[in-house]
């Protein structure tokens, strides 16, 4: 390198190193609802494994439950087989929905209050202000060297940390098994190797998001704030910072360069120290704000203090801002078309799926034909096909189903292994049964032929039917 290149300036780095968030305590409504929420969500995600449902001898009794080695869904009173797989896409187009109009009403009021990063990082915080201190004696601690007070109290903090997230990992798994019988199987290191590694894998992650990487999450590895703000209008509820009222900012008793009188804001900084992800709300709206509001409890309580009316930041919609600004009577407007249009989905969703469960079957039928040979003609001339037939019993006792076959003349069927054609299926159970089709050469019309296989409950009378081709030569 020459010396005219040495002086030349260097290009500025694209990479900028993590600045560590001292979030401070804060008192005020957000906050209540906020610890509210915590409450809320973390004591059901931790009971609900231990809740128990009585299904009946030979089942399992916890009342939610996914048990895969089973295939099974239970949840309270509802069972869910592998084929009804379609009410797992039902609930997740009734949550995204769900998400989507409650954005649209009030922001990221998921993101604020409710979401699993959001909870558990509160948590953690919670503990380390416990531990450490609030926002000046934690960033005071981390600039000291290591001695042994800050050695203690960096592992008590981290042994809760792991603690919790060791809960959290186990109560997740308790979703996929036996409560009672998995924690005593760990605890007695007699659990599969599957278990222990999925234990340890949520113990991690909730120990790396919620204790080190927190906002981070929230800022650079959740998709959600990237295409949220596609369902904010003018009229969305959001935390918005009342610009024509702060500005020009500055001390309570200072005045504004030309000798007029300064906004409401007094500078304190508070807004920004009490913030979990490290925003300035008096900057705009920002992709790292979560919308929990705390920065509202902190800048009213400092209005309280010097005298001034509250809400100069404020959960309220730009629309209404601007009406303020301009002095005129702000009105909320929850009604839309976007909002309409969501809550019908909902309905529409929710309403559906409701009429599928009240009038679902407890049995099921489905056929599989042979692939090699498609037809045998047999030594008088007609034509056979063969199939695999599974009949699904979704009630606990044993049933009697009858087959038959409709769509050919003349068409004989033969349950491999039954006389009658009248099968028994143990109760929560598949049977499987080997069918045998027979039909005369003059009685098929093309080479494949649509047939529709019934079989019905000797008992309820309840039917099922299923669709298939007989096959036959070319015409």
Known sequence: ????????????????????????R???????????????????????????????????????????????????????WPQEVYYLAGLLMLGAFGLFLATSLLGRVWCGFTCPQTVWTDLYLWVERWIEGDRNKRMKLDKEPLSARKAMLKVAKHAIWLLIALLTGGAWAMYFNDAPTLVREFVTFRATPTQYGFVALFTGTTYLLAGWAREQVCIYMCPWPRFQAAMFDERTMLVTYEEWRGEPRGKVKALAADGSKLGDCVDCNLCFNVCPTGVDIRNGQQLACIGCGLCIDACNGIMSKVGRAPDLITYDSIYNSAQRAAGQQPQHRFVRPRTIL?????????????????????????????????????????????????ILNMIRQTGDYRI????????????????????????????????????????????????????????????????????????
């Open 26 to 80: 804060v008192f005020g409504r957000f906050r209540l609802i906020k610890w509210i929420a915590l409450v809320t969500l973390l004591g059901f995600y931790y009971v609900a494994p231990w809740l128990r449902w009585d299904r009946g001898p030979g089942v399992p009794d916890q009342a939610l439950l996914l048990d895969l080695p089973g295939r099974r869904g239970y949840f309270f009173w509802i069972e869910i």
């Open 1 to 24: 390198m020459t010396v005219q290149d040495a002086r030349q300036p260097k290009s500025p780095t694209l990479y900028a190193a993590h600045e560590k968030i001292y979030p401070q």
């Open 404 to 475: 038959t076959v409709t769509g050919i003349d003349d068409l004989r069927l033969k349950v491999i292994g039954v006389d009658d054609n009248t099968v028994t299926v143990p109760g929560d159970a598949v049977g499987t049964f080997r069918l045998l089709l027979q039909a005369p050469a003059k009685s098929l019309h093309d080479e494949a032929t649509h047939i529709r296989v019934m079989i019905e409950d000797q008992t309820t009378h309840e039917t099922s039917s299923h669709d298939a081709i007989f096959r036959g030569p070319e015409k």
């Open 342 to 390: 969501y809550a019908v989905v909902i309905m529409i969703i929710g309403l559906a799926m409701a009429l599928s469960l009240s009038l679902r079957t407890r049995l099921d039928v489905s056929l599989q034909a042979d692939r090699s040979p498609l037809f045998v003609r047999l030594s008088h001339g007609d034509i056979q096909n063969g199939y695999t037939i599974k």
